[in-house]
């Protein structure tokens, strides 16, 4: 299956290098791809390590486009198919992918968060989604920390839309896709159910800002 995803992609900073370390993980720059007028926005953690030797699902390290992996990446381009909004503008909170010197990923340093929160700021100015779709916490941490905001016990507010208001959108968290499955059930929803959930969530706060 190819990953389904427009041509148009927002180049912030050619060849940023903010952060030397990740100068020297990454292959490509994990720019935001999609629709520049689109409604929804995805905001994901950081590129993983993906896999060059496949011929589709490569990751955005290897594609230059976020949310392009075999596993997290299908499952968030299909739920945005699900929702009838495969336009939506996917993105993350760090271009960069940042390797942990044995060929996986680990977590984006703090100064590295920071470092590429002006290209998030820039393109949700940009964008001007009416809906921003967090998965996981540190993507919501780094949304929310444009706001100088914080929360505590992320997994106590996913599906909880929170209103930033100078950003003029809605923030909604979700489960990190490689994560959901642990975490769900013990929000208490089966696979289907929570699904359901979060589409169900996400047009809400389409309906309820566009009122």
Not at 44 to 54: F, I, L, M
Not at 124 to 133: D, H, Q, R
Request: glycine share 8%; with cysteine; aromatic share 6%.
């Amino acid at each position: 299956m190819d990953p389904q995803y427009p041509d148009t992609q927002h180049v912030l900073e050619a060849d940023c290098a903010r952060c030397p370390a990740l100068v020297d993980c990454r292959t490509e720059i994990s720019w935001g791809t999609g629709d520049l007028a689109a409604d929804v926005m995805v905001v994901g953690e950081a590129p993983g390590a993906g896999n060059p030797e496949v011929e589709t699902w490569r990751g955005g390290n290897w594609t230059g486009k976020a949310y392009t992996a075999r596993h997290s990446g299908r499952r968030v381009r299909e739920l945005l198919a699900e929702i009838d909004r495969p336009d939506a503008y996917v993105t993350n909170a760090v271009k960069c992918f940042p390797c942990d010197g044995e060929g996986s990923n680990r977590e984006p340093t703090e100064t590295e968060r920071e470092n590429c929160r002006g290209h998030l700021r820039t393109e949700i100015e940009t964008v001007e989604p009416t809906a921003i779709v967090a998965t996981g916490k540190h993507a919501t941490t780094s949304i929310l920390a444009l706001e100088d905001r914080e929360i505590d016990g992320f997994v106590d507010h996913v599906l909880e839309p929170i209103e930033l208001a100078d950003l003029e959108t809605t923030l909604l968290p979700i489960l990190h896709p490689s994560y959901q499955d642990i975490w769900r059930a013990q929000l208490g929803y089966s696979a289907d159910e929570y699904r359901t959930a979060v589409h169900d969530a996400i047009h809400a706060a389409l309906d309820d800002n566009s009122s």
